[in-house]
């Protein structure tokens, strides 16, 4: 099961994106993807700050845009949402606080990836990705790229 960090999703739907040429090509090997609903929440307020504008000038409706752009995202990487509990990936993200010194959301998604017991985590986050030896050797975890 790979789990996908919302720097991934972003970076595959949008085609402009710095990232979206490697993105693409990470899809193919990818074989069972998931995202949790942090990450939906991630991605409704990415569209909601960088909306499409040719979607946003045809219907001038930015919520309709936003759900549009987000629908669009998940589908196009092809994700499932998984269901976790929030309390006990809350919890062992707070263990993991002092371990691996990221940002609170990033804490989140790797103790989500954990807790549903995600081989690899497919993530452009430079933070994330620095922890690529210690997330592999201390939980089983590959990071891609």
């Given at each position: ?7 991934y ?24 993807p ?10 409704y ?16 409706n ?32 707070r ?44 939980y089983g ?5």
């Amino acid at each position: 099961m790979e789990y996908l960090d919302t720097s991934y999703i972003i970076s595959l739907a949008v085609v402009d994106d710095v990232n979206h040429g490697e993105a693409v090509k990470i899809k193919e090997k990818i074989v069972e993807p998931v995202a949790s609903k942090l990450t939906v929440i991630e991605l409704y307020a990415y569209y909601s700050r960088n909306p499409d504008r040719e979607l946003l000038e045809f219907s001038k409706n930015l919520k309709l845009v936003v759900e549009s752009s987000v629908r669009y995202s998940l589908m196009k990487a092809g994700a499932k949402i998984v269901e976790a509990s929030l309390d006990k990936i809350l919890n062992h993200a707070r263990e993991l606080a002092v371990e691996l010194k990221l940002k609170t959301l990033d804490l989140i998604h790797v103790a989500t990836a954990i807790n549903i017991g995600a081989e690899t985590i497919v993530t452009f986050d430079k933070d994330i990705r620095r922890l690529r030896e210690k997330l592999y050797h201390r939980y089983g975890i590959t990071i891609i790229p």
